[in-house]
């Protein structure tokens, strides 16, 4: 088993992130990254961020339908951390030339009314 750079592989997101560019998904380079490795370099990511001013905004699950699992050949949801620079102020409008791979994902609200 090839032992995973966590560090280096943060590093080579992080820069992915402050040049604005597209970047070759780690798993397309790495034949055996296992979901430990992924957790690992996701924490040496918020580490390198946190360590130059960035604050934690907060977790992110994913992968939270038993349906969207299957397609991804998962068996549990996963999560994440959000740091604060990459959360937009939702009363501004979105400079979408500054994203790389702009996408929305809508949040639906409920009606109080209707509960």
Do not use: N
């Amino acid at each position: 088993m090839t032992s995973i750079d966590h560090a280096r592989w943060a590093a080579y997101l992080l820069a992915a992130v402050d040049e604005r560019q597209d970047v070759t998904a780690i798993t397309k380079q790495v034949d055996e990254l296992g979901i430990d490795d992924a957790y690992a370099i996701q924490s040496a990511l918020l580490e390198l961020q946190l360590g130059r001013g960035d604050t934690l905004a907060g977790a992110k699950l994913g992968l939270t339908s038993a349906a969207k699992q299957e397609q991804m050949g998962v068996s549990e949801p996963v999560y994440g951390w959000v740091a604060a620079s990459s959360v937009l102020d939702s009363t501004g409008e979105v400079d979408l030339g500054g994203l790389i791979h702009p996408r929305c994902e809508p949040e639906i609200e409920t009606d109080p009314r209707c509960e």
